[in-house]
């Protein structure tokens, strides 16, 4: 038997114009917890799925135990021996542990056979590694560790050698997740491989034994966990990007426009993604919200603008209740001065089918001025969008195309268009350059900054940190749901990293 | 969503593919014919003759497009907002009720243009009526609207059924209709339109509710393109997601567009009963509920082209029934199987030919041929 | 008294049995294919094409059985058809049911009229190529036993083979969803297909077979409105069936068990309906034959509203399958 567990050798593979995986090396020891890190996007989940077979690589090497293979379907990747454990469960909620564990792996057209082999095989994992489940319980029943734990259970069961956890804290609690490194621990110390995927730096630390960093889909360095340090990982993570240039003069900040006091939201499955979040934004300035995906900022910018219901906690407009928690409807916070360019374009902001000008008036299709009679004033709207087209440089300038078939740039100036020329009093803009070519990212920028100078309140949510530092006056940074630190936009890219990163400042300090 | 977003032009989506979709529907069509030992050419002139080879035929023809007409525009208000209304039967049945119910007690002494206001308004609102329990169990308990308004076809029919044989069969009666609404309850016939054009025939039963139709098509074009609502309606239909972003109110809409929708389709009552039978009678909607289906899939859910393709399906019945003359082996039920082909190329395949269509016009002009990665993206 | 006698009177529960038997079939075909997560509209027109194979079939060759084969096979052929469209070309699902029941409900009428020339029906079956009642043993012998006697020799003694059929394919269908490694999958694919498809199973192919079981079980039924119930086919003669059948899978929650019970409820309102008719009910009066018709679908909307329980359909139902990430 190889020492090596997983060989990758010069895996590439592009989405469309989106290189996901470039030239790709790694390699993974036998028996150890081999931890691979980067930010959303970076390629790490790309890089995983290649090796349960999910996708084919464009080109590269895949070598498991020394030996040369090829994976084109889970079934090749669970026959040498790799289980996943996915980010998102694939368990069968109506079902229960025992059939969860042994849909796929029978082992025999009747199931009794199959059910007490599961039932004696589950007991034996159980003692050996402590991974203790009621084997009949039904999973929609179970908490989200447990149903990680079934997961892991099934990988298990199928003989996996090599385990790959993709984000697998990102649903646990710190309780939780502090368990699932014990089990972790102890799977190593049976001699199974396994491979972390996480953002997060903390965990690195604390279970691996080297870490892998990706940044743009190019793994830009290789560590032994106990040579390196949080500081030296955050910085390989984000990169020493030049800073995009903007010119901005000082920020002029006057009343406060929109103010958020012990905000919490949860999710349809109960889950909390925003946890008691204040702050405040004023007239004339830029919030920043720093974060990694998925730390509940999506969430906590719904709740703001009427879309999705908070549990508990208030906002205000303008020194007025937003409603957050029952009355808010986003059309009448529209009259009252909110303007809103959602993450979600394509789903949210857009109605892609739509003809260029249908969408200039998604929101505001009630407004007066685009009504006359029992109708819509079709050349009122026609008008005000070849207006907004010529100002904000949309291409191709024809408001009769239809939407889907704009740039993403373009489109995204549709979106800021429309929210912008209403003259909100507050914008609230998510992801403002997600897709967008780098010549709209200007533009899009110096609208930003223009509207702040002309004294609206800005609260602008990215996962693009050059973007956040470039843009805001103010930075709050959020993980798991709370907002963990507010900085200047002086801070530096590590400190900030580690922010993201779940690293409180004074143990990075220390 | 499941298919990639290629680009093609947009002669080639809305023209091209639906007609690659028809025309091999026709073909399988042709196949049966062949099957039962006819030349399905010949079936073809045989079928366009008997529509409009004649005044009479073209007055025939109109007569039948007049009820797809209503029902294809009901199915097709409903797919704007992302709804299957497969209930356009039931309501155009039970709304039968709005036609009669009126034309029973006025026709004795009002004039027949106030009697038809009436009943227009009865049959819009009992067909209405008819879509709202659906809906509303759609928009506020989750309902699945397809099942529900299958279940109100059938409890519709039970209930025309019941109030045919008992209240509303005139005394001594044996058969399940109503009595024969007198002068004020007959609309006038459009033999003038069709001389109009030179044709001088026995007459048909081509009436009023034709022009009525034409009327109610602009009217939806201009309700779904050219009002809030339409707006708002497509919108929703499109993307729930934008829809919630732009504050319009899902279960509100929900129950407006099936009401509209059920109404379109409980128009298609005036034409059959004030048109031509002068009674309700039992099963007097023939399946034109589901023919709107059809009409609705291949006229792409646009009055542009729900008309002629209601006058497709016009001509289909017209002229099938022209046909089993000459074939004793081709009945009315070809239409059916050609309807139901038509449902399956133009609706559930309507993406199996996109691929090759695809494939073929990037070779012909490779640079016009970019894969949006933007739109092919997640969700 | 006269009253019960009529409504609990074995002739009913008789004409109960016949009359669910079909409805039974569908509905368990119907199940097949939801379980799955392919929603089925088109129950009715694979029945319709099956009753129609089979008579025609049973005809010309004089045998029952191949009769049967004929209606499993032209069934088969609508089923694979919805596969085609809505699991290989992930078209919308209700369109394609929509679809299958005007083409089976023309097609048995065009070709009909062109095989046999009888304005669309198929010839009367010979009683040979009809799956008649069967005599099951010591039926008469046992008759005249009180209380046992009528029930084994009357009620249960004296179906078609296919009703026997149906009601067995109950207890086999729980045993095959819920004791084989096809029924896990097949139920597992229903809610969640992507963690089928992550344990190696190919969901197109399980979706496949589950479609196709649905023909098989929906020629069945047909087969038996035309060559037992009937000795022959006519036009329209599933008679919205296919409809009631579906209605019954959603009042059973897609269980096997609570799906006979649902047909036979069904079943039983239409058997009462019919001795019922012109006749008074105590403290009721009149009760219109129709009410009694309309009453399945009813039922099945209040269910749906959510008023009796919840109907909660496989969570999968309805939507193609995409590979996602």
């Known amino acids: 038997m190889s020492e090596t567990a997983i060989e990758l050798i010069g895996i590439n593979k592009s989405f469309g114009a989106v290189h996901a995986n470039r030239d790709i090396h790694l390699e993974v020891p036998r028996g150890t917890i ?24 464009d080109s590269g090497e895949i070598r498991i135990d020394g030996k040369t293979v090829t994976i084109h379907t889970p079934n090749d990747a669970i026959a040498f021996g790799i289980g996943m454990v996915h980010q998102h469960f694939m368990l069968v909620e109506n079902f229960t542990v025992l059939e969860n564990v042994m849909l796929g792996a029978e082992n025999a057209a009747l199931l009794a056979g199959g059910i007490s082999d599961a039932r004696a095989e589950l007991d034996r994992l159980e003692k050996e590694y402590g991974l203790e489940v009621d084997p009949d319980a039904v999973i929609e029943e179970l908490p989200v560790g447990l149903q990680q734990r079934v997961e892991i259970l099934k990988a298990l069961y199928r003989g996996a050698e090599i385990l790959i956890l993709d984000e697998p804290t990102g649903v646990l609690t710190p309780a939780e997740a502090n368990h699932l490194f014990r089990i972790l621990r102890q799977l190593k110390e049976q001699g199974k491989t396994i491979v972390l995927i996480t953002h997060k730096l903390r965990e690195i630390m604390a279970v691996t034994d080297n870490v892998s960093v990706m940044r743009q889909g190019t793994m830009v360095a290789t560590r032994k966990t106990a040579e390196t340090t949080v500081e030296e990982l955050a910085e390989l993570m984000v990169g020493r990007r030049v800073l995009l240039r903007v010119e901005k003069g000082e920020a002029n900040p006057g009343d406060v426009m929109l103010s958020v006091e012990g905000l919490t939201v949860r999710d349809s499955r109960g889950v909390t993604m925003v946890d008691d979040v204040s702050f405040n934004v004023r007239a004339g ?62 789903h949210m902001g857009l109605v892609l089918p739509f003809e260029e000008y249908e969408n200039s008036i998604l929101g505001y299709h009630d407004d007066k001025r685009y009504i006359s009679g029992p109708f819509l004033d079709m050349d009122a709207i026609r008008d005000d969008a070849r207006v907004k087209i010529g100002k904000y440089d949309i291409r191709p300038d024809n408001c009769r195309l239809k939407t889907a078939n704009f740039s993403g ?27 967008v070519d780098v010549g709209a990212i200007e533009f899009i920028h110096k609208r930003i900054i223009e509207m702040r100078d002309q004294g609206k309140a800005v609260l602008l949510v990215s996962v693009e940190l050059d973007e956040i530092r470039s843009l805001s006056d103010r930075i709050l940074v959020m993980f798991a749901g709370r907002v963990v630190g507010e900085r200047t936009p002086e801070a530096t890219e590590g400190e900030l990293g580690l922010l993201m990163a779940g690293v409180e400042s004074q143990e990075a300090a220390e | 969503m499941a298919t990639p977003y290629a680009k093609l032009p947009a002669w080639v989506d809305f ?54 007409i209503f029902t294809g525009l009901a199915v097709a208000v409903a797919f704007h907002c992302g709804l299957f209304n497969i209930g356009g039967e039931g309501q155009a049945y039970i709304a039968g009720l709005g036609v009669a119910v009126p034309c029973l007690m006025l026709d004795s002494f009002l004039p027949w243009p106030v009697v038809f206001l009436v009943a227009i308004l009865g049959s819009a609102a009992i067909g209405a009526a008819w879509a709202f329990i659906p809906a509303y169990l759609q928009a506020r308990r989750g309902s699945h609207i397809v099942i529900t308004t299958i279940m109100f076809n059938f409890i519709a029919s039970s209930v025309m059924v019941y109030l045919l044989v008992g209240a509303l069969k005139p005394k001594g009666s044996m058969a399940p209709q109503t009595r024969t609404f007198l002068e ?13 054009f030179g044709a001088s025939i026995r007459s048909t039963p081509l009436n009023v509710t034709f022009l009525l139709a034409l009327v109610a098509s602009a009217v939806v074009w201009a309700l779904v393109w050219r009002t809030k609502l339409g707006y708002e309606i497509r919108t929703l239909g499109f993307s729930p997601k934008a829809a919630r972003y732009a504050g319009i109110n899902e279960a509100k809409i929900i129950v407006i567009t099936m009401m509209i929708s059920g109404a379109l389709a409980g128009m298609m009552a005036l034409n059959p009963i004030m048109g031509d039978q002068h009674r309700l009678q039992l099963d007097f909607v023939t399946g034109a509920g589901f023919v709107g289906i059809a009409v609705a899939l291949m006229g792409r859910s646009h009055p542009a082209g729900i008309i002629p393709a209601a006058i497709l399906f016009g001509m289909l019945y017209q002229g099938g029934a022209e046909i089993s003359f000459e074939m004793p082996n081709i009945s009315r039920d070809m239409i059916v199987i050609i309807q139901g082909l038509v449902i399956l190329f133009a609706g559930a395949l309507e993406h199996m030919l996109r691929p090759t269509v695809s494939t073929l016009f990037a070779s012909m002009k490779p640079s016009s041929m970019t894969v949006d990665g933007a739109v092919a993206g997640d969700n | 008294m006269e009253f019960f006698g009529l409504i609990f009177g074995l002739n009913v529960f008789d004409s109960m049995l016949r009359v669910s038997a079909p409805l039974l079939l569908a509905c368990l075909a119907g199940l097949y294919s939801e379980r799955s997560g392919v929603f089925d509209i088109g129950l009715e027109g694979k029945m319709l094409a099956g009753a129609f194979a089979g ?49 089976a409900a023309g097609s048995g009428v065009i070709l009909g009229q062109a095989w046999f020339r009888q304005g669309g029906r198929t010839p009367s079956l010979p009683n040979e190529a009809r799956f008649n009642a069967i005599d099951l043993p010591f039926a008469t012998a046992i008759s005249d036993v009180p209380f046992i006697g009528p029930i084994y020799s009357g009620l249960i003694s004296g179906h078609s083979i296919l009703v026997y059929f149906a009601f067995a394919m109950v207890p086999i269908t729980w045993w095959i969803l819920f004791r084989t490694r096809f029924g896990l999958r097949l139920r597992a694919v229903g809610e969640n297909p992507a963690a089928v498809d992550t344990a190696g199973i190919s969901v197109i192919w399980l979706r496949y077979r589950a479609v196709i079981i649905c023909g098989a079980l929906c020629g069945v039924a047909g087969a038996y409105l035309s060559m037992a119930q009937n000795a022959g086919f006519v036009k329209d003669m599933s008679a919205g069936r296919g409809f009631i059948a579906l209605a019954a899978l959603i009042f059973a929650k897609w269980r096997p068990l609570n ?67």
Not at chain 3, 275 to 294: M, S, T
Request: aromatic fraction near 8%.
């Open chain 1, 34 to 57: 081999h931890g691979i890190i980067g930010e959303n996007g970076a390629g790490k989940s790309t890089l995983m799925s290649i090796l349960y077979g999910f996708y084919q690589a």
């Open chain 1, 285 to 346: 300035e830029i919030v920043g919200i720093a974060g990694v995906a998925g730390n509940g900022q999506s969430q906590l910018i719904e709740a703001i603008t009427g879309i999705r219901k908070a549990l508990s906690g208030t906002a205000l407009l303008d020194g007025q209740p937003i409603g957050v928690t029952g009355s808010a409807d986003p059309n009448e916070l529209r009259g009252r001065g909110m303007a809103h360019v959602p993450e979600d374009r394509h």
């Open chain 1, 409 to 435: 740039g373009n489109q995204q100036k549709i979106v800021l268009a429309r929210e912008m020329e209403r003259d909100p009093s507050v914008l609230v803009v998510a992801q403002p350059t997600r897709g």
């Open chain 2, 15 to 68: 023209g091209l593919i639906p007609f690659i979709n028809l025309l091999v529907a026709f073909i399988v069509a042709g196949m049966v014919v062949l099957l039962v030992g006819e030349s399905p050419l010949h079936a073809a002139t045989l079928m366009v003759k008997g529509a409009f080879g004649s005044g009479e035929g073209v007055g025939y023809t109109l007569f039948y497009a007049t009820n797809f």
């Open chain 2, 184 to 196: 004020g309850g007959h609309l006038p016939k459009l033999d003038w339109l069709l001389e109009l």
């Open chain 3, 55 to 103: 008579a025609s079939a049973g005809y010309v060759s004089g045998s029952a059985w191949i009769g049967l084969l004929a209606a499993i096979a032209a069934s088969v052929f609508l089923a694979l058809v919805h596969g085609f469209a809505s699991i290989t070309h992930r078209g919308n699902q209700i369109v394609s049911g929509v679809a299958i029941n005007f083409i």
């Open chain 3, 259 to 325: 799906a006979m019970f649902a047909c036979l409820l069904f079943g039983y309102l239409d058997a009462v309906a019919i001795v019922l008719q012109g006749k008074e009910i105590p403290f009721v009066g009149h009760v219109p034959v129709q009410v009694f018709q309309a009453l399945p679908y009813v039922l099945t909307v209040i269910l749906l509203a959510g008023f009796i329980g919840k109907a909660i359909p496989p969570k999968a139902g309805g939507v193609p399958y995409v590979k996602e990430r």
